[in-house]
């Protein structure tokens, strides 16, 4: 009953977490370490009351910022290091293969959203564009729902 209890807050607290890193980068354009800092204890100890800390957080979290490492590094700065930071901490979040449900989405939501920018002319090709909010909403749907969509996603095949 306490592990519950303590799970149902650490999520109200990923959520108010995933808000408070969205709504800074989209008005500073930066990822604030000391909430990500914040989110990666919460996450450990979410994970750590499920016991999955060594089997799914730990794996995502690699997974999460190699992957969005290798971006950073191959867009030249056309992607922040907070961002791969971000994804790390996602990863404790969302799991191993949750993060990359997470990085799917918040490249599908981030693409919509920059067409959007351009077709309204209130972004171009050359403008930056905030990828910590697509990577929050990526990571509360791939949170709730990630085990559905994967389930959807293979189905498609077998």
Known sequence: MKIQVLSYFLVLFFIFGLLVETYIDLRQQIILDEVLLL??????????????????????ALAGSGLLGLVYVLSKGGMGFGDVKFAGVLGIWTGFPGIFVTLYLAFLIGGAAALLLCVMHKADMKSRIPFGPCLSAGAVLSFFYSSRILDWYWSLFL
Request: aromatic residues 10%.
């Open 39 to 60: 989110l990666l204890i919460a996450g450990l100890l979410y994970a750590g009351a499920g016991g999955g800390v060594w089997q799914k957080s730990l794996p995502g």
